[in-house]
């Protein structure tokens, strides 16, 4: 993980921006969702902010965009069809998180039976 606090060379600040190609799924004036580009399950949608987060540890000041990205990701997770058989939202910070990407995104899984182990 590269230190990153600008987001001048951020990755899914340049996917939101539409500078780089994505599959986008999700798009509203505070937050974009598209599909991740290694996904782990049958769905792997990220919801990411529009503006530069490092990540969820960087944004406990901010509940309404929190509230924003998570109600997002409900909303991607029903239009993937995950509601009834169930799916799960996670979010990574940092090293022992296993973050890679320095920009605040939540994955929505679904689409098959996920492992009850989290990490
Ligand atoms: P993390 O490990 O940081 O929680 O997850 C980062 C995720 O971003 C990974 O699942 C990875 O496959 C995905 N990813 C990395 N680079 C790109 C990209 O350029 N486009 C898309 N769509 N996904 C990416
Ligand atoms: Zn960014």
Redesign the pocket.
Known sequence: MTANTSGADC?FCA?ARGD?P??GVYADDHVVA?????P?APA?V?VVPRRHVSSIDALKDDPELLGRIMAAAVTVAQAENLAASGYRLA??HGRDG????PHL?V?VLGGRSLNGRLG
Not at 34 to 38: A, G
Not at 98 to 101: E, F, P
């Open positions: 990755i996917i780089i994505s599959e598209f599909r991740d580009i290694n782990q792997h990220l979010t990574n296993a973050q890679t990407v995104h994955h």
